[in-house]
C-alpha cells in the first residue's frame, strides 16, 4: 500500500524538478544578459570606474555604439555587484546546463561576445599600452623593450596608456604583430584590437568545445565554462586583453597533439609564448607525453628560429629588454596577491623578499612535481598545464583579473575534478577581493 501511494507520486516530482532546472537554467541565461548590458551601456554613458581610459577623454570614439542609451553610470561598488551577480548567474547556467538547449548556450555566448566587444575597453587601459609600445617602435623608432611611452608625451595614445615608464612585457610576436596598428588611429588601433580579442576568444571556446569532443568530455559543458564565464567576458573580452590570444594557440596545441600532430602543436606552444611569454609553460608536459618526442623539438625548433630572427631584426639586442621588464614586474606587489594576503596572515608586513623566495621555491616545486607525474604517467599532460597556470597564480606577487584566467579551458576540458575546484576558488578569491574593497 505503502509503495502504491509513493509511485505516482515519484514522475510528478521528477518532471517538477526537471521544470525547475529548466526555469533555473534559462532565467540565468536571461538575467546574465541583462545584467551584461546593463554594465554594457552605463560603461559607455560616461567617465565612471568601470572604464579607466574614460577619466582622461571621454570621447565618442571611446564611448563606443552603446553610448547615449543610457545616461548613468554604475560607481565602483554597483560595478563589483553587477559582476558578482553575473558569477551567479554563471553557477547557476552550469548546475543546469543539461535542461538548457545547445543553441541557447551557443547563442548566449556569441551574443555575449559582441556585446562586450561593442561595450568600452572595461576595467583596464592596458589595450592603450599595446596601442603605445606599437606606436612607440613602428611611429617613432624606438625599442619598446628598453623604453616606456613617456619618451614621447605628445603622442595621442600617451594620454591613455598607465604604464608610461616602463617597456614592453609581451612576446616579439605580439608586438610586431601590432605594429600595423601604429599607422592607424588610437580610435580605430583600439576597437581593431577588441574585435580581434573577441574573434580570439570565440575560436578559444571553439578550441575548447573540439578538445573536449576528442577527450570524450561534454562539449557543451565545456564551451559554456569558458565562453559564458563573466570575467572572461568582462576583463578579457571587454578589457581587449593578449592572454585570450595566447590561451587560444594553447589549446590549439592541444587539439593538434590530440590529432595526432606534435610538430606543429609545438610550433604553437611557441608562438603563445611568443605573445605572452606564460604560454611557454605547456612545452615540458608536452615533450615528456610524447612518444616521439624528436617531432616535438622539431616543431619547436621550426618556430623558435623565425621567432628569434623576428627579434633580433626588429629589436636586436633590445629583445632581451622584455626579460628585464618581466623580472621587474616580480617585484610588484598587488594587495589582494595571495602571498601578500598570506604574509599579512601570519603578522609580515606583506610581500618581503623571504617570502618572494618561499613563493619561488614552491612555484619550482610544484612545476617539477607536475613533470614528474607526468612523466610517470600519473596525471595527465593537459591536466599538468592547467596546474602549472594555477600554480603561477598562487605564487605571483602581481595578482589581475585576466591572470586568473589562465587555468580555465584546461580546467573545463579536464577529468580533475580538484582542477576544475580550485580554478572556481581562484575566481571566487578574485572577485571576493574586488568585494572587500568596494563593498564595506
Same mark, same amino acid.
Given at each position: 500500500?505503502?509503495?502504491?501511494?509513493?509511485?505516482?507520486?515519484?514522475?510528478?516530482?521528477?518532471?517538477?524538478?526537471?521544470?525547475?532546472?529548466?526555469?533555473?537554467?534559462?532565467?540565468?541565461?536571461?538575467?546574465?544578459?541583462?545584467?551584461?548590458?546593463? @554594465?554594457? !551601456?552605463? *560603461? +559607455?554613458?560616461? #567617465?565612471?570606474? =568601470? $572604464?579607466? &581610459?574614460?577619466?582622461?577623454?571621454?570621447?565618442?570614439? %571611446?564611448?563606443?555604439?552603446?553610448?547615449?542609451?543610457?545616461?548613468?553610470?554604475?560607481?565602483?561598488?554597483?560595478?563589483?555587484?553587477?559582476?558578482?551577480?553575473?558569477?551567479?548567474?554563471?553557477?547557476?547556467?552550469?548546475?543546469?546546463?543539461?535542461?538548457?538547449?545547445?543553441?541557447?548556450?551557443?547563442?548566449?555566448?556569441?551574443?555575449?561576445?559582441?556585446?562586450?566587444?561593442?561595450?568600452?575597453?572595461?576595467?583596464?587601459?592596458?589595450?592603450?599600452?599595446?596601442?603605445?609600445?606599437?606606436?612607440?617602435?613602428?611611429?617613432?623608432?624606438?625599442?619598446?623593450?628598453?623604453?616606456?611611452?613617456?619618451?614621447?608625451?605628445?603622442?595621442?595614445?600617451?594620454?591613455?596608456?598607465?604604464?608610461?615608464?616602463?617597456?614592453?612585457?609581451?612576446?616579439?610576436?605580439?608586438?610586431?604583430?601590432?605594429?600595423?596598428?601604429?599607422? @592607424?588611429? !588610437?580610435? *580605430? +588601433?583600439?576597437? #581593431?584590437?577588441? =574585435? $580581434?580579442? &573577441?574573434?580570439?576568444?570565440?575560436?578559444?571556446?571553439? %578550441?575548447?568545445?573540439?578538445?573536449?569532443?576528442?577527450?570524450?568530455?561534454?562539449?557543451?559543458?565545456?564551451?559554456?565554462?569558458?565562453?559564458?564565464?563573466?570575467?572572461?567576458?568582462?576583463?578579457?573580452?571587454?578589457?581587449?586583453?593578449?592572454?585570450?590570444?595566447?590561451?587560444?594557440?594553447?589549446?590549439?596545441?592541444?587539439?593538434?597533439?590530440?590529432?595526432?600532430?606534435?610538430?606543429?602543436?609545438?610550433?604553437?606552444?611557441?608562438?603563445?609564448?611568443?605573445?605572452?611569454?606564460?604560454?611557454?609553460?605547456?612545452?615540458?608536459?608536452?615533450?615528456?607525453?610524447?612518444?616521439?618526442?624528436?617531432?616535438?623539438?622539431?616543431?619547436?625548433?621550426?618556430?623558435?628560429?623565425?621567432?628569434?630572427?623576428?627579434?633580433?631584426?626588429?629589436?636586436?639586442?633590445?629583445?632581451?629588454?622584455?626579460?628585464?621588464?618581466?623580472?621587474?614586474?616580480?617585484?610588484?606587489?598587488?594587495?589582494?596577491?595571495?602571498?601578500?594576503?598570506? &604574509?599579512?596572515?601570519?603578522?609580515?608586513?606583506?610581500?618581503?623578499?623571504?617570502?618572494?623566495?618561499?613563493?619561488?621555491?614552491?612555484?619550482?616545486?610544484?612545476?617539477?612535481?607536475?613533470?614528474?607525474?607526468?612523466?610517470?604517467?600519473?596525471?595527465?599532460?593537459?591536466?599538468?598545464?592547467?596546474?602549472?597556470?594555477?600554480?603561477?597564480?598562487?605564487?605571483?606577487?602581481?595578482?589581475?583579473?585576466?591572470?586568473?584566467?589562465?587555468?580555465?579551458?584546461?580546467?573545463?576540458?579536464?577529468?580533475?575534478?580538484?582542477?576544475?575546484?580550485?580554478?572556481?576558488?581562484?575566481?571566487?578569491?578574485?572577485?571576493?577581493?574586488?568585494?572587500?574593497?568596494?563593498?564595506?
Amino acid at each position: 500500500m505503502s509503495q502504491a501511494t509513493v509511485t505516482p507520486a515519484a514522475p510528478a516530482v521528477a518532471a517538477l524538478a526537471r521544470r525547475a532546472r529548466q526555469a533555473v537554467g534559462y532565467g540565468s541565461i536571461l538575467l546574465t544578459g541583462a545584467l551584461s548590458v546593463l @554594465l554594457c !551601456v552605463c *560603461a +559607455a554613458a560616461g #567617465v565612471s570606474y =568601470v $572604464v579607466p &581610459a574614460s577619466r582622461r577623454d571621454f570621447t565618442g570614439w %571611446l564611448a563606443g555604439p552603446l553610448h547615449g542609451i543610457v545616461s548613468s553610470t554604475l560607481t565602483g561598488e554597483q560595478t563589483i555587484l553587477v559582476i558578482v551577480a553575473l558569477f551567479a548567474c554563471y553557477l547557476a547556467t552550469l548546475a543546469c546546463l543539461s535542461s538548457v538547449r545547445t543553441r541557447w548556450v551557443i547563442g548566449a555566448i556569441v551574443l555575449l561576445h559582441v556585446l562586450f566587444t561593442i561595450a568600452p575597453p572595461l576595467i583596464s587601459k592596458d589595450i592603450f599600452s599595446y596601442i603605445g609600445y606599437a606606436r612607440l617602435g613602428a611611429r617613432h623608432g624606438t625599442d619598446p623593450y628598453l623604453h616606456g611611452p613617456f619618451l614621447f608625451p605628445n603622442d595621442p595614445s600617451y594620454v591613455f596608456v598607465a604604464w608610461k615608464h616602463v617597456g614592453s612585457a609581451y612576446g616579439p610576436l605580439f608586438t610586431v604583430g601590432t605594429y600595423p596598428l601604429a599607422f @592607424l588611429p !588610437v580610435s *580605430a +588601433a583600439m576597437w #581593431v584590437i577588441k =574585435v $580581434v580579442t &573577441a574573434a580570439t576568444s570565440l575560436g578559444l571556446v571553439a %578550441l575548447t568545445w573540439r578538445v573536449a569532443k576528442q577527450l570524450g568530455r561534454d562539449p557543451v559543458r565545456a564551451a559554456a565554462w569558458v565562453g559564458l564565464n563573466p570575467v572572461l567576458l568582462v576583463y578579457g573580452v571587454g578589457g581587449g586583453h593578449n592572454d585570450l590570444i595566447m590561451l587560444a594557440l594553447m589549446m590549439g596545441a592541444v587539439t593538434l597533439v590530440l590529432g595526432g600532430r606534435e610538430a606543429p602543436a609545438a610550433a604553437a606552444v611557441v608562438l603563445s609564448a611568443a605573445i605572452k611569454i606564460t604560454g611557454g609553460v605547456m612545452m615540458p608536459f608536452l615533450f615528456l607525453r610524447s612518444r616521439e618526442k624528436q617531432r616535438v623539438v622539431i616543431g619547436a625548433l621550426a618556430a623558435v628560429t623565425p621567432m628569434i630572427v623576428l627579434a633580433y631584426t626588429v629589436f636586436g639586442s633590445g629583445a632581451l629588454g622584455q626579460f628585464k621588464v618581466l623580472k621587474r614586474q616580480q617585484r610588484l606587489v598587488s594587495a589582494d596577491a595571495i602571498p601578500n594576503q598570506l &604574509a599579512q596572515l601570519v603578522g609580515l608586513n606583506g610581500v618581503t623578499s623571504d617570502v618572494r623566495l618561499v613563493a619561488r621555491l614552491l612555484l619550482i616545486g610544484s612545476l617539477a612535481l607536475l613533470a614528474w607525474a607526468v612523466w610517470k604517467g600519473t596525471m595527465d599532460w593537459v591536466a599538468a598545464t592547467g596546474w602549472s597556470l594555477v600554480a603561477f597564480v598562487l605564487t605571483s606577487s602581481w595578482l589581475l583579473g585576466w591572470y586568473v584566467l589562465w587555468p580555465l579551458p584546461f580546467a573545463a576540458v579536464s577529468r580533475d575534478r580538484r582542477l576544475q575546484a580550485v580554478t572556481m576558488m581562484l575566481l571566487v578569491y578574485f572577485l571576493a577581493m574586488r568585494w572587500t574593497v568596494f563593498v564595506r
